[in-house]
């Protein structure tokens, strides 16, 4: 099956410590490490809500094959045949992409090789995830039996500073760090509702 790992993490928190106080209405300093640990839990939680990266994230996928995960869009990590288009595509499991650095699989003498970006198409529609399509006229190259024969490496996240992130999103986060902050003991529900409805549009949905 595919596997995901993180290759880079984002390089900044989308939210300051400072903006967190100023939502919170702190003005001490005692907590600021207990704040900055609620922006990174907060955002984690927003993110994985969204299905989706907020600062640019470098990740790998690796798969040992190429229909390893020839399955449909409702699976976390996958690949599928496209009954609109009649092409093969790879799903990526986060969303907005920013790009795919690169694609290499190991060929038939187990060398790794680089397959070219000529031969496949990046499609990022809104509100779905991120996926590879098989340019037209292109097909997959035979690649050798082996666990990780194939990794693909994409960035996802609205851009690399926090201020590429959308303010709604960001007030989210500081919604969930409130409750977080008041609350210091396990929850029954997920999030504020508010947040929930903030997040909503912003949300990849799957098919």
């Given at each position: 099956?595919a ?12 939210l ?18 207990y704040i ?21 994230t ?9 229909q390893?995960?020839?399955v449909?869009?409702?699976?976390p ?8 288009t009649?092409?093969s595509?790879i ?5 907005p ?14 060398a ?6 000529s ?8 509100n ?5 399509e098989?340019?037209?006229?292109s097909?997959y ?8 024969a194939i990794t693909?490496?994409f960035i996802?996240?609205y ?10 999103i960001k ?5 969930i ?14 999030m504020?509702?508010?947040a929930?409805?903030?997040l909503?549009?912003f ?5």
């Amino acid at each position: 099956m595919a596997r995901l790992t993180i290759s880079s993490a984002a390089s900044t928190d989308i939210l300051t410590t400072a903006e967190a106080k100023t939502h919170l209405r702190v003005t001490h300093s005692a907590e600021d490490t207990y704040i900055g640990t609620l922006i990174k839990v907060a955002t984690t939680f927003a993110e994985k809500y969204c299905a989706s990266a907020f600062v640019d994230t470098t990740y790998k996928m690796t798969m040992e094959n190429w229909q390893d995960v020839f399955v449909s869009n409702s699976t976390p990590v996958g690949g599928f045949y496209s009954p609109y288009t009649g092409l093969s595509q790879i799903l990526l499991p986060k969303s907005p992409i920013s790009s795919v650095s690169s694609i290499t699989y190991y060929d038939t003498d187990n060398a790794q090789q680089t397959w070219a970006s000529s031969n496949y198409n990046v499609l990022n529609p809104e509100n779905q995830k991120g996926f590879i399509e098989v340019a037209d006229g292109s097909d997959y190259p035979s690649i050798y039996s082996r666990g990780n024969a194939i990794t693909i490496t994409f960035i996802s996240g609205y851009g690399a500073a926090a201020s590429d992130v959308p303010d709604t999103i960001k007030q989210a986060v500081l919604l969930i760090i409130g409750n977080l902050y008041e609350k210091r003991e396990d929850m029954v529900h997920r999030m504020p509702t508010s947040a929930e409805y903030l997040l909503e549009p912003f949300r990849i949905w799957e098919y």
